[in-house]
């Protein structure tokens, strides 16, 4: 069974990056630009698995993070942040965030990531 999967960056590119890396392994139900596209695709399609950026406009990943585990504590959120944000990261994972992977994405360390979370 492939795990349904949200890509949530307010980066075009990232979310392409995301996606075309994971797409082999999940199956990618949507996209999101932005925290608050991301709760309302989340309520829509339930996916198992959401890919999050910390930094976005509208609301930020933490705090799309914090009303998505509010909701449904069993779905896995990774987080996928730049290296300069270790702050930001920390404060995610008191959020409850199940893991992270920095930027550039790197197609082993984000399939590592989600093998270590889903076994």
């Known amino acids: 069974m ?5 890509v949530v960056d307010d980066s075009s590119f990232q979310r392409t990056v995301v996606s075309d890396t994971l ?4 199956e990618i139900v949507d996209t999101a ?3 608050k596209q991301a709760i309302e695709k989340f309520d829509a399609l339930d996916p198992d698995v959401i890919t999050m950026d ?6 930020t990943g933490i ?5 998505i585990k509010n ?3 069993e779905t896995i959120i ?9 702050e930001k990261m920390r404060a995610a994972a008191k959020a409850g965030a199940d893991g ?16 270590s979370l889903l076994e």
């Open 23 to 26: 797409d082999d392994r999940f």
């Open 63 to 67: 705090e799309a993070l914090t009303e």
């Open 33 to 35: 630009e932005n925290g």
């Open 100 to 115: 992270y992977v920095t930027k550039p994405i790197s197609e082993p360390k984000l399939h590592e990531e989600f093998d």
């Open 54 to 59: 910390i930094v976005m406009p509208e609301m």
């Open 2 to 6: 492939a795990f349904r999967t949200l």
């Open 78 to 86: 990774v987080m996928c942040t730049s290296v300069e944000q270790e």
């Open 71 to 73: 909701r449904s504590p």
